[in-house]
């Protein structure tokens, strides 16, 4: 027999053959007896093969299979896979967050600390301001009595300020001890912060 | 995907932190109040030199502004929290009343009024924690002076 049409009828007998070639193949079949032989042969081969692989099959134990293949891998390996039926809950979940972006979490705190820093420093201005000028102005006075005088008596290298109420009728030497006031008013208002 | 996620969430965590912080008042007079320390002095030219241990931390600006007075004794010390535009009266140790009104307590200073009895008015613009004074109503052989703190 011819090796092609020996492969064309290997290819038959496995179900390998287009349309054309079966219906080559079947009208091949109706004449020449050799090709009709050798399919027969085919089948028997087959048949054969079969029962060989059956009777092989039945003497093989399926449990622990996996086991031994398992036993088989490398520890670096099997590990995870014998970790994963235990790495459930919430702990192990934030273990896994925190553990697995590290870096992310670094680098947040890093953010976090940065912005404390600076809000340490800008969150009491006033605090700093009261530091570095203290301020005491005398806006106003309202005198009703005119048995007495108002004096006002700002002592800048104290950053304080004196408002004096004297009878008018008192002597002056008191006041005039500790006032800086100009001019002949009864009432002096120092309007320039200390 | 989880690692974008996870980042996400971390920002997220600092923002949040971040905007709480900053919500925090970082004024100093945010509740509109102003808090007034009267503090009430008897000052004399006799009696020895001599300041009370209550006026410790007011010696040095009473011996510079009194100067030429040497006995400092300390009658009485009052506080109070007065909500803007409210006043407080303080009884002084001679039974003049000191009205203190709070007329402005944000922003940088405080302007407060203050009043001495039925004898004069007067408006202080003040920056918070510092110390000024009214002295002369006679007592005792001597003179009241009021030292006025404004928080």
Redesign the interface.
């Known amino acids: 027999m011819q090796p092609e049409l020996a492969q064309l009828l290997e290819r038959y007998h496995d179900g390998e053959v287009s349309a054309d070639e079966t219906a080559r193949v079947e009208s091949l079949l109706e004449s020449n007896v050799d090709a009709l032989a050798y399919l027969g042969t085919l089948d028997e081969m087959a048949t054969s093969y079969r029962g060989i692989v059956a009777d092989q099959l039945a003497d093989v134990q399926f449990d622990g299979l996996w086991s031994q293949i398992h036993a088989q891998i490398q520890p670096e390996v099997a590990a995870p896979v014998v970790a994963t039926p235990a790495s459930s809950g919430i702990a192990a979940f934030f273990k896994s967050l925190f553990a697995d972006h590290k870096g992310a979490w670094i680098a947040a705190g890093a953010t976090a600390c940065a912005v404390a820093v600076v809000m340490s420093f800008i969150g009491n201005p006033t605090t700093e301001r009261v530091i570095e000028k203290q301020i005491i102005i005398v806006e106003s006075v309202d005198q009703m009595d005119e048995n007495n005088m108002v004096l006002v008596n700002s002592l800048k290298d104290d950053n304080t300020a004196v408002i004096w109420m004297l009878p008018n009728s008192a002597s002056n030497d008191e006041a005039e001890d500790n006032q800086d006031s100009e001019g002949d008013s009864d009432v002096v208002i120092e309007d320039e912060p200390l | 995907m989880?690692?974008t996620a996870?980042?996400r969430q971390?920002?997220i965590?600092?923002a949040t932190?971040?905007l709480c912080?900053?919500a925090?008042p970082?004024?100093?007079h945010a509740d509109d109040s102003v808090n007034v320390d009267v503090r009430v002095i008897r000052v004399a030219t006799s009696g020895g030199a001599h300041v009370d241990t209550a006026l410790e931390d007011l010696k040095?600006?009473l011996l510079?502004?009194?100067?030429?007075y040497e006995n400092f004794q300390s009658l009485s010390q009052q506080d109070a929290r007065i909500p803007s535009g409210q006043s407080h009266d303080f009884t002084l140790p001679d039974g003049t009343i000191l009205r203190v009104t709070a007329k402005d307590t944000t922003g940088?200073?405080l302007?407060i009024g203050?009043g001495?009895g039925?004898?004069?008015?007067?408006?202080?613009?003040?920056?918070?924690?510092?110390?000024?004074?009214?002295?002369?109503?006679p007592y005792k052989g001597g003179i009241l002076v009021i030292a006025i703190t404004a928080r």
């Open positions: 989880d690692s996870s980042i971390a920002l965590l600092v932190v971040a912080w900053l925090v970082t004024q100093a040095p600006k510079k502004a009194f100067d030429g940088e200073t302007r203050i001495v039925n004898k004069f008015k007067t408006n202080v613009r003040v920056s918070p924690g510092n110390t000024f004074f009214q002295a002369g109503l």
